[in-house]
């Protein structure tokens, strides 16, 4: 089954009216071949701003969090709904910044996850783990465990892209060697295979995130189970596009 080659640009808390409107105008004169699918994900902030200014059809936004309520007494936080209202379509959840800093637990991002689908905004759920996970040999079992935890809640994964963003790789320079992150991406496919039905799997894309940028992309266009990417600081910068145009 084809997967569509997804490229995700995650800005984290950085950008202004000004620098985002030009992200945006960037994105809305490049040519995106029908293969690929682009989300960028302001702060919230800047979501509708970036909803008011975005032409390009081939390109969606993205929150970075979505709480699990409709509206309420809840300081701070967004809901699925609003997102929807302000023109986004997706929310990123999950990122090992809000695991570890915000201290989110698994159980409260599958919450999320099924509360954002119910309300038809896709997710993007990050998994990965910390280096000392990884050197303890446990990466596949905080991954798996990680991903249970919205298996246990989810059964339709259809509006899921999940981002394997191996902590240790985040903002560092050091991508995964693409045979790595190969293997990993396979690990969970299979994984997910068991979870959901072979059939549904087949089609979760499954993205890498952690220093991907202009030059590397392609590094990694020969992974058959590495459908795209979630990106960082590259997301910010002119060679965002190139890490769009990279599969071709
Ligand atoms: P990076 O971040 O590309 O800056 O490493 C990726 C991410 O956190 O999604």
Not at 64 to 71: E, K
Not at 89 to 112: M, N, P, Y
Not at 122 to 150: H, P, S
Request: glycine share 8%; proline share 4%; with cysteine.
């Amino acid at each position: 089954m084809a997967r569509k080659f997804f490229v995700g640009g995650n800005f984290k808390m950085n950008g202004s009216k000004e620098s985002i409107k030009e992200i945006v105008e960037a994105l809305n004169t490049l040519e995106i071949p029908d293969s690929v699918e682009v989300v960028i994900s302001p702060p919230a902030l800047y979501v509708h701003w970036a909803a008011l200014h975005l032409t390009n059809p081939k390109v969606a936004i993205a929150a970075q969090n979505a709480f699990p309520q409709i509206s309420g007494a809840y300081t701070g936080e967004i809901s699925a709904p609003q997102i929807k209202d302000v023109g986004a379509e997706w929310v990123i959840l999950g990122h090992s910044e809000r695991r570890t800093i915000i201290k989110e637990a698994d159980d409260f991002i599958a919450e999320k996850t099924m509360h954002a689908l119910k309300h038809e905004v896709g997710v993007i759920l990050c998994v990965g783990e910390l280096l000392e996970e990884r050197e303890a040999g446990k990466t596949l079992a905080v991954v798996f465990r990680q991903l249970d935890a919205v298996t246990d809640k989810v059964s339709d994964w259809s509006n899921i892209v999940v981002a394997y963003e191996p902590v240790w790789a985040i903002g560092t320079g050091l991508a995964a060697t693409p045979e790595d992150a190969e293997a990993v991406h396979d690990d969970i496919r299979k994984h997910l295979a068991e979870k959901i039905g072979k059939e549904q799997a087949d089609g979760v894309r499954i993205i890498y995130g952690g220093s991907v940028n202009g030059a590397n992309a392609k590094t990694f266009n020969s992974c058959p189970d590495i459908d795209g990417y979630l990106v960082g600081g590259a997301s910010l910068k002119p060679e965002f596009k190139d890490i769009i145009l990279s599969r071709q």
